[in-house]
């Protein structure tokens, strides 16, 4: 310990420091200001970026003893008089943050680089030193895009001040209007200031710390635990093992298959053993190096063929099941008749199918804080869907559901991964039982790969088949996805690969045969694009394969068998809007594809792929009659409207999108709209942010509220005056007629509607309709409406070394009607971006069950220098019973993407890629293999 | 407890030697700290005490004899390119110092740093958790190899990116330790054992780096990484061709230590690669296979030979 003296943001502060503690740590949890993130604590991605001396350093590896006399400039400091700095500024008008946790570290980045930056070498070069100067900094949500979009404006102004005033006038347009119209999230504002607090972030008063003793071993039977040295270290306060924690839990009813702490036995290596909860995080660690664990070790399954096979004598993963094996879901349905589908066909062609698993990488890594009071059990977690998480709360501390409140502070990011009860938000809220004190948990990276739940490793078989003149006859798909060591989503994840296959084509004998293993590794669970990503890969490709057998250009093909609007799938789904067709013409357009195809020369290739997604599960998660989602509104006599909503925004923009419904409806400025939402005591139960369902069913609960609260207005009025509801308009802060003969301002219509009265509270919600067949399985994958979407992607490959190089994405989304055009963007750009990953760089890797890659270095999330020109564009088809038209946009467009990739690089260099993710070697090889080949046939 | 750890801020190399000879006990010098944090926080390196020579101005000078450049050990790699005669003569050194890391890492990593910059291996950066489930290998005092599955002889990678360009452009450092001052060719610090790969003796401090200037040469640099920024390499190659018809050849990512080979205009190019890949110790430990590593030094070398006009 030494004092140091430094200035923060321009006040001098006196600490005392641990010689080895790091800046990041100084800055955040002793003075406090937790705008400064950290995401890896190993220098990889950026988020920690602070200034020292003027200088970007990573606080995460700067020691803050190096720092003594020094001034650090964090992002708190950028604003100033109440004004945000104009590259904050840049950063919110662009739409540059959506979860916001890479936010602060990439504005001090940009900030820094500004004024390195030169357009004497022109645009182009100008732009490259943004990518490059930004490509320390990882970002998951946006692609980039609009971050770049945001530094380049600011830069440019920056050195070319003349165009100050043309973009002033621009930010003044965006920043008005309601539905349809770009704007930047109600929150962008606070997280861009380092202002928003993350669950990381909450300090709560005189807290204890707590982290884990993890399974070394795949599959070993735990013998004995002794942790009497560990509890006998000064300032440990409890430890807890399995057996206090006995009631299994789990995201499915049907899958209630994890303890929160290992009992009797692990079952992949990095499981929760033992969890202490002590004075400080050092103390906790120094403690888990104590406890000792006997393990016995057993045989570990570890590949899919290891858990289809008879385990014999050894024991299974899980005891449960009819057979001896680790099979953990078997699914299979078929409609029409597939063989007489393939002896239709012209052509057909059958082809495997390999997938590593991939992680969400979100920024934020998982954190938690729990305390009890007399009210019950408080945590403040970062989730995804705080409903489930109550639940399962109330089931394994064993009190009433009104004993629990979830509250889900600003998140950054999840993309799936939070999404499930986690057995660190069920040990947080026992210690704080046992101990009488908040607890709060952080993971570390390599935990938060660990926990996992990311897309299942897959293999499939699919075979199809096709008329000469190119209709599609017959899809059969064989797939087989390994769960990891517990159940997770994996049932729906079983069934959505199958049977979301059956769009966006018209299929008139299909069927798939699914199973889930369990493997002796970290569990997979739901992952954007869920259950359907691989498989659609799988499709996507073989439908290229086809299209280059019967010499058909491939989107000449899609285009001859999309399903229309209005219409009925094999499996009974009701598709209502359907821009298939619009999205696939507006990318063939975009990129030139009938100029382009079969013309490019060796190396350079196009793809195009098509996809679809629900909007939202019409079936919910827990059976119950519960709406799928509750909004309220309370209006009072200040004029202001409060959306509470139990709807989770996980940086996709949710509490926006219904203050700009509510906003719709009522005519009134998003100024008098507050949104409370995701916090199961003060909001209605919404079931959670996954399968892309928020914006369809929430946002219509709020339309639905919206409308409610129309009512109520209108009666009170009518009570007054002689009214013709029809005739009224709420707009601009107004209500009147047309013949002006009611003609009130907002706050008028306020008094009038509270006299009396009080504030006026009122109820949305949403209901799915009954949809779908009445055969077994016929719920999975039901929808109140479908999106769809095509990408075409352009690749240069190095035929030398097999180096994959994506140049271009171009894609089109039907979101039915983009509430706000700005966050669609967003969220289009951003899965293209996580597809790319998928398709070139991202992979779990593990050495006997071990994962290999657990951190931002070794697990490659692309840089802003490997990611393409995105062109994102959207199609609106106005669905029926959308949102004003509005479908899902969050998942989807990730469908098409991977699939276009490989596609391309067919096209470049003739190699069919049937692994993910594409592996240069594999390249390498097909290539020479086809070069024998031709030789052969010509020689 | 928890062991008391320290920190100094060293003011002059004298003052860094003597903490250093005093300190007894595990210390490390800190240059950026980039690698040294790190390797830190995986519990890689236990040093309990660090020396912080960082503000040493005296090691942060670039300058210039008749003969020689002469780069101050702590000059920071961004930096690097302010200096007009590298970037007139040395552009191949900038390129592989902006091959390292990511750019706000290079505004702290210092190009000594990166010389000493830790061997690698998938297998041995990893947390201590992580090690202990995996087994310990050599390189963490275990029994055997875990990449190689056995082996007696540890081949974690080196990886400075810097160094392979150095060392085809003839550089030699500056040592100083209690012995007094040393002038070495970069090359002989490296000792190809991945478990200890470099033979300083403990308490040397790199002062400067030169680079003779002389010698009129045109070289070519390439990095093999997954991304195009941010990863360590899997395979550095740096070939410098002197007026004199001298040809240098460094390999970085494939042994324990960079591979050289030296040779002449006129020689048989395809047998300077098989020299060069007879010489590399590849195993399992990166991203990329062993076998793809190997085939990469073919293409990179045929590639760097075009550039310098040789084929
Ligand atoms: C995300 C990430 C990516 C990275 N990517 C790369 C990469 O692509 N390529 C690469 O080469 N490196 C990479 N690095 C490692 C590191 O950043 C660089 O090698 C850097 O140049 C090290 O310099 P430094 O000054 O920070 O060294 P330090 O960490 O301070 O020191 C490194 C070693 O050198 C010793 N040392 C430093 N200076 C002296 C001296 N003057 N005399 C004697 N001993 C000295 C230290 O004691 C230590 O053992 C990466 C690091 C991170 C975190
Ligand atoms: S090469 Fe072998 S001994 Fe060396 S670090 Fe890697 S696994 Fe350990
Ligand atoms: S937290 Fe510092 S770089 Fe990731
Ligand atoms: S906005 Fe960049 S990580 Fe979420």
């Given at each position: 310990?030494?004092?140091?003296?430094?200035?923060?943001?321009?006040?001098?502060?006196?600490?005392?420091?641990?010689?080895?503690?790091?800046?990041?740590?100084?800055?955040?949890?002793?003075?406090?200001?937790?705008?400064?993130?950290?995401?890896?604590?190993?220098?990889?991605?950026?988020?920690?970026?602070?200034?020292?001396?003027?200088?970007?350093?990573?606080?995460?590896?700067?020691?803050?003893?190096?720092?003594?006399?020094?001034?650090?400039?964090?992002?708190?400091?950028?604003?100033?008089?109440?004004?945000?700095?104009?590259?904050?500024?840049?950063?919110?008008?662009?739409?540059?943050?959506?979860?916001?946790?890479?936010?602060?570290?990439?504005?001090?980045?940009?900030?820094?680089?500004?004024?390195?930056?030169?357009?004497?070498?022109?645009?182009?070069?100008?732009?490259?030193?943004?990518?490059?100067?930004?490509?320390?900094?990882l970002c998951r949500c946006t692609g980039y895009k609009?971050?770049?979009?945001?530094?380049?404006?600011?830069?440019?102004?920056?050195?070319?001040?003349?165009?100050?005033?043309?973009?002033?006038?621009?930010?003044?347009?965006?920043?008005?209007g309601a539905v349809g119209v770009p704007r930047p999230?109600?929150?962008?504002?606070?997280?861009?200031?380092?202002?928003?607090?993350?669950?990381?972030?909450?300090?709560?008063?005189?807290?204890?710390?707590?982290?884990?003793?993890?399974?070394?071993?795949?599959?070993?039977?735990?013998?004995?635990?002794?942790?009497?040295?560990?509890?006998?270290?000064?300032?440990?306060?409890?430890?807890?093992?399995?057996?206090?924690?006995?009631?299994?839990?789990?995201?499915?009813?049907?899958?209630?298959?994890?303890?929160?702490?290992?009992?009797?036995?692990?079952?992949?290596?990095?499981?929760?053993?033992?969890?202490?909860?002590?004075?400080?995080?050092?103390?906790?660690?120094?403690?888990?190096?104590?406890?000792?664990?006997?393990?016995?070790?057993?045989?570990?399954?570890?590949?899919?063929?290891?858990?289809?096979?008879?385990?014999?004598?050894?024991?299974?993963?899980?005891?449960?099941?009819?057979?001896?094996?680790?099979?953990?879901?078997?699914?299979?349905?078929?409609?029409?008749?597939?063989?007489?589908?393939?002896?239709?066909?012209?052509?057909?062609?059958?082809?495997?199918?390999?997938?590593?698993?991939?992680?969400?990488?979100?920024?934020?890594?998982?954190?938690?804080?729990?305390?009890?009071?007399?009210?019950?059990?408080?945590?403040?977690?970062?989730?995804?869907?705080?409903?489930?998480?109550?639940?399962?709360?109330?089931?394994?501390?064993?009190?009433?559901?009104?004993?629990?409140?979830?509250?889900?502070?600003?998140?950054?990011?999840?993309?799936?991964?939070?999404?499930?009860?986690?057995?660190?938000?069920?040990?947080?809220?026992?210690?704080?039982?046992?101990?009488?004190?908040?607890?709060?948990?952080?993971?570390?990276?390599?935990?938060?790969?660990?926990?996992?739940?990311?897309?299942?490793?897959?293999?499939?078989?699919?075979?199809?088949?096709?008329?000469?003149?190119?209709?599609?006859?017959?899809?059969?798909?064989?797939?087989?996805?390994?769960?990891?060591?517990?159940?997770?989503f994996g049932v729906v994840t079983s069934y959505y690969?199958?049977?979301?296959?059956?769009?966006?084509?018209?299929?008139?004998?299909?069927?798939?045969?699914?199973?889930?293993?369990?493997?002796?590794?970290?569990?997979?669970?739901?992952?954007?694009?869920?259950?359907?990503?691989?498989?659609?890969?799988?499709?996507?490709?073989?439908?290229?394969?086809?299209?280059?057998?019967?010499?058909?250009?491939?989107?000449?093909?899609?285009?001859?068998?999309?399903?229309?609007?209005?219409?009925?799938?094999?499996?009974?789904?009701?598709?209502?809007?359907?821009?298939?067709?619009?999205?696939?013409?507006?990318?063939?357009?975009?990129?030139?594809?009938?100029?382009?195809?079969?013309?490019?020369?060796?190396?350079?290739?196009?793809?195009?792929?098509?996809?679809?997604?629900?909007?939202?599960?019409?079936?919910?998660?827990?059976?119950?009659?519960?709406?799928?989602?509750?909004?309220?509104?309370?209006?009072?006599?200040?004029?202001?409207?409060?959306?509470?909503?139990?709807?989770?925004?996980?940086?996709?923009?949710?509490?926006?999108?219904?203050?700009?419904?509510?906003?719709?409806?009522?005519?009134?400025?998003?100024?008098?709209?507050?949104?409370?939402?995701?916090?199961?005591?003060?909001?209605?139960?919404?079931?959670?942010?996954?399968?892309?369902?928020?914006?369809?069913?929430?946002?219509?609960?709020?339309?639905?509220?919206?409308?409610?609260?129309?009512?109520?207005?209108?009666?009170?009025?009518?009570?007054?005056?002689?009214?013709?509801?029809?005739?009224?308009?709420?707009?601009?802060?107004?209500?009147?007629?047309?013949?002006?003969?009611?003609?009130?301002?907002?706050?008028?219509?306020?008094?009038?509607?509270?006299?009396?009265?009080?504030?006026?509270?009122?109820?949305?919600?949403?209901?799915?309709?009954?949809?779908?067949?009445?055969?077994?399985?016929?719920?999975?994958?039901?929808?109140?409406?479908?999106?769809?979407?095509?990408?075409?992607?352009?690749?240069?490959?190095?035929?030398?070394?097999?180096?994959?190089?994506?140049?271009?994405?171009?894609?089109?989304?039907?979101?039915?009607?983009?509430?706000?055009?700005?966050?669609?963007?967003?969220?289009?750009?951003?899965?293209?971006?996580?597809?790319?990953?998928?398709?070139?760089?991202?992979?779990?890797?593990?050495?006997?069950?071990?994962?290999?890659?657990?951190?931002?270095?070794?697990?490659?999330?692309?840089?802003?220098?490997?990611?393409?020109?995105?062109?994102?564009?959207?199609?609106?088809?106005?669905?029926?019973?959308?949102?004003?038209?509005?479908?899902?946009?969050?998942?989807?467009?990730?469908?098409?993407?991977?699939?276009?990739?490989?596609?391309?690089?067919?096209?470049?260099?003739?190699?069919?890629?049937?692994?993910?993710?594409?592996?240069?070697?594999?390249?390498?090889?097909?290539?020479?293999?086809?070069?024998?080949?031709?030789?052969?046939?010509?020689? | 407890?928890?062991?008391?750890?320290?920190?100094?801020?060293?003011?002059?190399?004298?003052?860094?030697?003597?903490?250093?000879?005093?300190?007894?006990?595990?210390?490390?010098?800190?240059?950026?700290?980039?690698?040294?944090?790190?390797?830190?926080?995986?519990?890689?390196?236990?040093?309990?005490?660090?020396?912080?020579?960082?503000?040493?101005?005296?090691?942060?000078?670039?300058?210039?004899?008749?003969?020689?450049?002469?780069?101050?050990?702590?000059?920071?790699?961004?930096?690097?390119?302010?200096?007009?005669?590298?970037?007139?003569?040395?552009?191949?050194?900038?390129?592989?110092?902006?091959?390292?890391?990511?750019?706000?890492?290079?505004?702290?990593?210092?190009?000594?740093?990166?010389?000493?910059?830790?061997?690698?291996?998938?297998?041995?950066?990893?947390?201590?958790?992580?090690?202990?489930?995996?087994?310990?290998?050599?390189?963490?005092?275990?029994?055997?190899?875990?990449?190689?599955?056995?082996?007696?002889?540890?081949?974690?990678?080196?990886?400075?990116?810097?160094?392979?360009?150095?060392?085809?452009?003839?550089?030699?450092?500056?040592?100083?330790?209690?012995?007094?001052?040393?002038?070495?060719?970069?090359?002989?610090?490296?000792?190809?054992?991945?478990?200890?790969?470099?033979?300083?003796?403990?308490?040397?401090?790199?002062?400067?780096?030169?680079?003779?200037?002389?010698?009129?040469?045109?070289?070519?640099?390439?990095?093999?990484?997954?991304?195009?920024?941010?990863?360590?390499?899997?395979?550095?190659?740096?070939?410098?061709?002197?007026?004199?018809?001298?040809?240098?050849?460094?390999?970085?990512?494939?042994?324990?230590?960079?591979?050289?080979?030296?040779?002449?205009?006129?020689?048989?190019?395809?047998?300077?690669?098989?020299?060069?890949?007879?010489?590399?110790?590849?195993?399992?430990?990166?991203?990329?296979?062993?076998?793809?590593?190997?085939?990469?030094?073919?293409?990179?070398?045929?590639?760097?030979?075009?550039?310098?006009?040789?084929?």
């Open positions: 310990m030494q004092q140091i003296s430094l200035k923060i943001n321009g006040r001098q502060y006196h600490l005392l420091v641990d010689d080895h503690e790091m800046l990041s740590h100084v800055i955040r949890e002793k003075v406090g200001l937790t705008g400064t993130k950290v995401g890896c604590e190993q220098g990889s991605c950026g988020a920690c970026t602070v200034l020292m001396n003027g200088k970007a350093v990573l606080s995460c590896i700067t020691p803050a003893m190096r720092c003594d006399n020094a001034e650090i400039t964090t992002i708190e400091a950028l604003a100033k008089d109440g004004k945000l700095h104009k590259l904050q500024e840049k950063f919110v008008e662009k739409g540059a943050i959506q979860c916001g946790f890479c936010t602060p570290g990439m504005v001090m980045t940009a900030l820094s680089l500004t004024p390195t930056l030169t357009k004497e070498k022109g645009e182009d070069s100008f732009l490259f030193q943004i990518k490059e100067g930004l490509s320390g900094n609009k971050i770049i979009e945001a530094v380049v404006e600011y830069a440019s102004e920056y050195t070319d001040k003349e165009q100050i005033n043309e973009i002033e006038v621009i930010t003044k347009q965006t920043l008005k999230y109600i929150e962008a504002e606070k997280k861009v200031r380092g202002a928003a607090e993350y669950a990381d972030d909450i300090m709560a008063k005189n807290a204890l710390h707590c982290k884990f003793l993890r399974s070394i071993h795949s599959h070993a039977l735990i013998e004995d635990i002794d942790f009497q040295d560990a509890l006998n270290l000064q300032g440990v306060h409890y430890i807890a093992t399995g057996k206090e924690l006995p009631v299994k839990f789990g995201v499915l009813p049907i899958s209630q298959d994890e303890t929160a702490i290992a009992i009797e036995k692990v079952r992949y290596i990095g499981e929760i053993v033992a969890a202490v909860a002590a004075d400080t995080e050092e103390i906790a660690v120094a403690a888990c190096k104590l406890i000792k664990v006997k393990y016995k070790p057993i045989k570990a399954f570890l590949s899919i063929d290891d858990s289809l096979n008879d385990v014999g004598e050894n024991e299974k993963i899980h005891t449960y099941g009819k057979f001896n094996n680790n099979i953990h879901k078997k699914a299979e349905l078929r409609f029409g008749d597939q063989p007489q589908g393939i002896s239709e066909a012209d052509v057909t062609g059958k082809m495997s199918f390999e997938f590593d698993g991939i992680n969400h990488g979100f920024t934020e890594p998982h954190a938690a804080t729990a305390s009890w009071d007399e009210n019950g059990l408080t945590i403040i977690t970062a989730t995804q869907v705080p409903h489930y998480l109550h639940r399962a709360l109330a089931k394994v501390m064993e009190v009433p559901l009104s004993s629990v409140r979830v509250v889900k502070p600003y998140l950054g990011g999840g993309f799936g991964g939070k999404s499930d009860p986690f057995p660190h938000e069920i040990i947080v809220a026992h210690l704080a039982r046992k101990t009488g004190r908040p607890i709060k948990v952080r993971l570390s990276r390599e935990e938060v790969f660990l926990t996992n739940h990311g897309r299942h490793p897959s293999r499939m078989t699919v075979e199809m088949g096709i008329s000469k003149d190119g209709i599609l006859k017959v899809l059969d798909a064989d797939i087989a996805i390994d769960g990891g060591a517990y159940g997770s690969n199958g049977v979301l296959l059956q769009a966006p084509y018209k299929l008139n004998n299909f069927g798939f045969r699914t199973y889930r293993v369990y493997t002796n590794k970290p569990q997979c669970g739901a992952m954007r694009g869920h259950g359907a990503v691989n498989s659609r890969f799988a499709v996507e490709s073989l439908i290229d394969d086809l299209a280059f057998q019967i010499k058909m250009d491939p989107c000449e093909l899609r285009m001859n068998n999309f399903l229309d609007s209005n219409t009925l799938t094999v499996g009974q789904y009701r598709i209502t809007s359907n821009g298939s067709r619009e999205s696939l013409e507006k990318v063939m357009e975009q990129s030139e594809w009938k100029k382009r195809i079969g013309k490019l020369k060796k190396g350079k290739g196009i793809g195009v792929a098509c996809g679809f997604f629900i909007s939202g599960s019409a079936l919910p998660i827990i059976w119950n009659e519960l709406p799928q989602s509750v909004v309220h509104l309370k209006l009072d006599f200040d004029g202001r409207v409060l959306i509470t909503s139990g709807s989770s925004d996980i940086g996709q923009g949710s509490d926006t999108m219904l203050a700009i419904i509510v906003s719709e409806v009522l005519g009134i400025g998003l100024d008098k709209i507050f949104v409370l939402a995701a916090d199961t005591l003060l909001t209605p139960v919404d079931f959670g942010s996954y399968s892309s369902r928020v914006t369809f069913m929430v946002g219509n609960a709020a339309k639905d509220a919206a409308e409610n609260l129309k009512k109520e207005i209108i009666e009170a009025l009518a009570k007054q005056q002689d009214i013709n509801s029809e005739e009224l308009n709420f707009t601009d802060n107004r209500i009147f007629s047309y013949d002006k003969k009611i003609d009130l301002s907002w706050l008028e219509v306020v008094d009038i509607l509270t006299a009396n009265r009080g504030a006026v509270s009122v109820s949305g919600k949403y209901i799915s309709p009954k949809l779908g067949g009445d055969f077994k399985g016929a719920g999975a994958g039901l929808s109140p409406s479908y999106s769809f979407g095509a990408v075409v992607a352009e690749v240069d490959v190095d035929t030398e070394t097999g180096y994959v190089k994506v140049t271009n994405i171009w894609g089109a989304h039907d979101c039915g009607k983009a509430i706000n055009p700005l966050a669609v963007e967003g969220q289009l750009e951003g899965s293209w971006h996580m597809g790319l990953g998928q398709a070139v760089s991202e992979q779990m890797k593990y050495y006997k069950g071990l994962l290999f890659n657990n951190n931002f270095l070794d697990y490659k999330i692309p840089t802003s220098l490997d990611t393409p020109d995105i062109h994102a564009n959207i199609i609106e088809t106005i669905d029926p019973e959308g949102p004003f038209g509005a479908k899902e946009a969050g998942e989807g467009a990730i469908h098409p993407v991977i699939p276009a990739i490989a596609n391309a690089v067919f096209n470049a260099v003739g190699v069919r890629i049937t692994k993910l993710p594409i592996n240069v070697e594999d390249i390498l090889a097909k290539m020479k293999e086809n070069r024998l080949l031709s030789e052969k046939m010509n020689g | 407890m928890i062991l008391a750890k320290t920190y100094i801020k060293a003011t002059s190399v004298g003052h860094a030697l003597a903490l250093a000879n005093e300190s007894g006990g595990s210390f490390r010098y800190l240059a950026g700290g980039t690698d040294v944090m790190v390797n830190k926080f995986q519990g890689n390196d236990e040093a309990d005490l660090l020396i912080d020579i960082s503000d040493i101005e005296s090691l942060k000078d670039i300058s210039s004899t008749d003969s020689h450049l002469i780069i101050g050990a702590s000059a920071c790699l961004d930096d690097l390119k302010k200096n007009q005669i590298i970037a007139l003569h040395f552009s191949i050194l900038l390129e592989a110092a902006n091959a390292v890391a990511s750019p706000t890492i290079r505004k702290t990593a210092t190009i000594g740093g990166n010389l000493l910059c830790e061997n690698r291996c998938t297998f041995y950066n990893q947390s201590a958790w992580w090690r202990e489930a995996a087994g310990h290998c050599l390189k963490c005092n275990g029994p055997t190899c875990l990449a190689s599955g056995g082996n007696k002889n540890c081949f974690s990678k080196f990886v400075s990116d810097t160094a392979v360009v150095l060392i085809s452009l003839n550089a030699t450092i500056e040592v100083i330790d209690s012995e007094g001052i040393s002038i070495i060719p970069l090359e002989n610090i490296y000792t190809g054992d991945g478990v200890n790969p470099r033979q300083l003796s403990k308490t040397a401090i790199i002062r400067s780096i030169q680079i003779p200037l002389l010698e009129d040469s045109i070289s070519v640099f390439k990095k093999l990484r997954k991304r195009e920024t941010l990863d360590f390499t899997s395979l550095s190659t740096a070939v410098t061709l002197r007026k004199n018809g001298k040809l240098r050849i460094a390999l970085g990512g494939v042994h324990a230590k960079p591979v050289i080979v030296d040779g002449s205009i006129g020689d048989d190019l395809n047998a300077l690669i098989s020299q060069s890949v007879s010489k590399t110790r590849i195993i399992d430990n990166d991203t990329y296979s062993k076998s793809y590593r190997k085939e990469m030094i073919t293409v990179f070398l045929k590639r760097s030979f075009e550039v310098l006009k040789l084929s």
